[in-house]
């Protein structure tokens, strides 16, 4: 069941609550929104939210399904802090403005810490920015390719570009859990 909670004030986003089943694709938990939920969001795409699951708070980014829904990741911290496996957990969603820092991997970090003439530009560029040059190297499996796509961001952000495109944000996602824009798995209940 999906219960909007009235606001507390004019400036506070509304509250989204649910229950939801913890989904495995392969090795990795999420939690896929339920429909309802995912229209209350402001955008299809990306959308930082403050996250309560189970009573504890996160900071996250909700992905798109390519169905026009959203996922959330259930990240190591969360698994450590909420022990969850399988089960139903209660979600509440706050959408928020102010992104959290994305995790940037090892290779992208290598490159960046091989460019201290860039340092300025990265923490210049907003947490959102950095999540799209996150999203855009991770979502290769292909080794060359990543390889080569984190070269291009180097240059890239050399040239004074803020963002690596205009890729299609829905289906530049994690190529583990989605396939051409699509969580695995298709429509629930697939």
Same mark, same amino acid.
């Given at each position: 069941?999906?219960e909007?909670?009235?606001?507390?004030?004019?400036?506070?986003?509304?509250?989204?609550?649910? /229950?939801? %089943?913890v989904?495995?694709?392969?090795?990795? @938990?999420?939690?896929?929104? #339920? =429909?309802?939920?995912s229209?209350e &969001?402001p955008?299809?795409?990306?959308?930082?939210?403050t996250?309560?699951i189970n009573?504890?708070v996160?900071?996250?980014?909700l992905?798109?399904?390519?169905?026009?829904?959203?996922?959330l990741?259930?990240?190591?911290?969360?698994?450590?802090?909420?022990?969850?496996?399988?089960?139903?957990v /209660?979600? %509440?969603?706050a959408?928020?403005?102010?992104? @959290?820092?994305?995790?940037? #991997? =090892?290779d992208?970090?290598?490159? &960046?810490?091989?460019?201290?003439d860039?340092?300025?530009?990265?923490?210049?560029?907003?947490?959102?920015?950095?999540?799209?040059?996150?999203?855009?190297?991770?979502?290769?499996?292909?080794?060359?390719?990543?390889?080569r796509?984190?070269?291009?961001?180097?240059?890239?952000?050399?040239?004074?570009?803020?963002r690596?495109?205009?890729?299609?944000?829905?289906?530049?996602?994690?190529?583990?859990?989605?396939?051409?824009g699509? &969580?695995?798995?298709?429509a629930?209940?697939?």
């Amino acid at each position: 069941m999906v219960e909007k909670a009235p606001a507390r004030n004019a400036v506070a986003p509304p509250v989204i609550r649910f /229950d939801a %089943e913890v989904q495995w694709i392969g090795d990795r @938990p999420i939690v896929r929104l #339920p =429909a309802e939920a995912s229209a209350e &969001l402001p955008s299809r795409g990306q959308v930082a939210v403050t996250a309560v699951i189970n009573g504890r708070v996160f900071q996250t980014v909700l992905e798109p399904d390519g169905l026009r829904g959203h996922w959330l990741a259930v990240d190591e911290r969360m698994r450590e802090a909420l022990t969850v496996a399988d089960g139903e957990v /209660d979600v %509440e969603l706050a959408p928020v403005t102010e992104w @959290p820092e994305p995790e940037i #991997p =090892a290779d992208l970090q290598g490159a &960046l810490d091989d460019a201290p003439d860039l340092s300025g530009t990265w923490t210049d560029i907003s947490p959102m920015a950095r999540w799209e040059w996150v999203r855009w190297i991770n979502a290769t499996k292909n080794p060359e390719t990543r390889d080569r796509r984190v070269e291009v961001s180097i240059s890239k952000l050399r040239n004074g570009k803020r963002r690596p495109c205009c890729f299609d944000l829905s289906s530049c996602t994690d190529p583990e859990l989605s396939k051409n824009g699509r &969580l695995v798995g298709g429509a629930e209940g697939d």
